[in-house]
């Protein structure tokens, strides 16, 4: 071999020294967040979209689709766990609707593989983002910006929740590497992958769909203003049918349900109602009394409000239409204040802030301390924007715009909608190499003049950082920034309270309270949730007095109202019950557990047929249970309709049979009296 042989060798091989350094690095922070993670369960443990995926991937471990209905979240993350979990050996749960419903064992396991599938997607990320900075400027940028990745604290944070936030970082920086390939390889099939990464970016985050749209409208743009038309038409329709592909077994199941066209899932409606009706100012996610925002039971919430609205019978695609419309009519009604959460939503693209929805960085610090010293979004914009700065004229060199592009594209997306932590995340992926071209660059001899932009730069990103925490057009105020930490104390008081650490939810909740009076924003179900606490270590006398203070600060309030029905119930005050229960539903009508209980006041009254209503309606919202079909067959005894309860028995024990034969315990326990319904031997 010559000398210049052996010289280009020694690069090669030099060349993943550093892809290297940063894989043991990630890995070494990793492991130590994630320890620290699992030993925090209180806090890490799957909770509302976590949860859901968890039991959406175990149904896929066991062999089933996600669902059985209409998909209303993004299906791509917990087909990905779920395919995961088959391939190690995590046994599948069909029947579990929650994770309390998971057994112990099982529920250990997968949120074990779970956590490692999203470490090893962190360590892939890691080394995409140093090819596309040793792509797109040097390696010494490479180096640079897959360490500010490795370290990056929302990026390790989020890797050990069950969320979806790592693989949607994948896949932006995939299609972005597929795109810098396909632009530099002219070859139609690379384009092809493009709209592939892209397809499934949108499956695995809605508004994916939105990026899609502009990159067509970038396409055509480009090609009527400097006339390559002709050439861009192949490259944009072999994007569009890459797109298809990767999109089309969604769109073609969900059309079918649907019975209209839906591209992915049928939250578009949903979700555009919810970040932008006449009540939101903020840019941020705020919860309504239209639904409980818990996945379990949104696409009912919606759908049942809907309908009551309309007095109609509606379709899953007619859901989405009705939320989308309702939501142009608040907007067209009041558009001042549309735009002023607009430009709310802007200033959250640029906060140092990680805003929450139902997790909570600084939150998650108190139990897992490596977090606190990583650096996060306030460090990376300032130093991403300085490397803009500092590239000058050169930023739009050798596909750098991509960068911009990708940018300001997925931002845009995002104020179509809300702009908090886990939604912004992927924007992270084109700063990185910006920031790292800066870090890159320290060592080499900057001109002054460049030296004070770049300084300039830098100050600028920190004052953009704070704006959203310190204006008069920020929503980020001390009292809004408290009720994010009242509402993450409350969402780990309620998994203490399932992992029965009674002590400990008392502790957090007592914390929320403390903090929500303190400024003024004490809610009512804060109180309700104590009051439950109180009520299963047998206070009932304080359980009392907290619902009652949920009712003065809301005598509407449906949680208050169902439990004060629960607690009538239990008293034997049974018409009371009653006159609860229909309140609670008249606020929430697909609260299952007032119904149930409204079921079973009736019949206790000896109301058979509003008894047998109210079953009914259970069965509907909830066919595959066996509870709704056990309180029929009693209304229907009552009744003397024997033939017609000796059916609802038989569907009452098929369903009980298949949550026992799952190891989970039948929602109605058996009653005596369907011993005379059974076939005898």
Known sequence: MDARAESRCAVKERRWVGPLLLVIVALGVRLVAHSQMSAAEDTFSPRIDSEAYLVQALRVAAGKDISDTVYFQAPLYPWVLGATFRLVGVEGVSQARILAEVPEEIGEHAIGVGRALNLILGLFLVLQVWRLGSLLFDERTGFFSGLLAALYAPAVFYEGQLLKVTLSLVLVAWAMLAFLRAQRSKSLTGWLWVGVALGLGTLVRGNMMVVIGLGIMTFLVKGWRDGSWRALTPMAGMGVLGVAVALAPVAVRNSMVTGSLTLSTATPGTAFYLCNRA?????????????????????????????????????????SRYWFQQALVEIKNDPERYLFAEVRKLGLLFSSYEAPDNVYLPLAEERAPVLRGLPGY??????????????????????????????????????????????????????????????????????????????????????????????????????????????????????????????????????????????????????????????IEGNRALARDWIEKAFELNPDHHAALRDAGLMAYEDGETEQAVEFFEQALAR???????????????????????????????????????????????????????????????????????????????FLPDQSVFAQLRPHP
């Open 279 to 319: 009540s939101n100012e903020k840019g941020l996610l705020e919860h309504t009394p239209l639904n409980r925002q818990v996945p379990l039971y949104e696409e009912k919430d919606w759908r049942l409000e809907a309908e009551r609205r309309t007095g109609e019978v509606l379709t899953a695609a007619q859901v």
């Open 378 to 535: 306030g460090l990376l914009f300032p130093l991403a924007l300085a490397g803009l700065v500092l590239a000058g004229r050169k930023r739009w060199e050798g596909g750098r715009g991509l960068l911009l592009w990708t940018a300001g594209a997925y931002g845009a997306s995002l104020l179509l909608f809300i702009v908090d932590s886990r939604f912004r995340m992927p924007i992270v992926v084109p700063l990185l190499p910006w920031a790292g071209f800066l870090l890159g660059s320290l060592d080499v001899a900057i001109p002054v003049k460049v030296r004070w932009k770049v300084a300039g730069a830098v100050l600028t990103g920190m004052f953009l950082g704070s704006v959203s925490e310190t204006s008069w057009l920020g929503p980020l105020s001390p009292a809004e920034k408290m009720t994010h930490t009242a509402t993450s104390l409350f969402n780990r008081a309620e998994t203490a309270l399932v992992q029965g650490d009674g002590e400990s939810a008392r502790r957090d909740l007592g914390r929320a309270i403390a903090l929500s009076e303190r400024f003024g924003r004490a809610a009512p179900l804060l109180y309700v949730k104590m009051g439950e606490l109180e009520k």
């Open 588 to 666: 929430m009508p697909g609260d299952r557990i007032s119904r149930l209980y409204l079921s079973l006041a009736h019949q206790e009254l000896g109301n058979y047929g509003a008894c047998e209503e109210q079953a009914r309606l259970l069965i509907t919202n909830e066919p595959h249970d066996d509870d709704g079909y056990g309180l029929l067959a009693l209304a229907l005894i009552g009744q003397n309709r024997w033939d017609a309860g000796r059916e609802a028995v038989a569907q009452y024990d098929h369903w009980a049979a298949v949550r026992e034969n799952s190891g989970q315990e039948r």
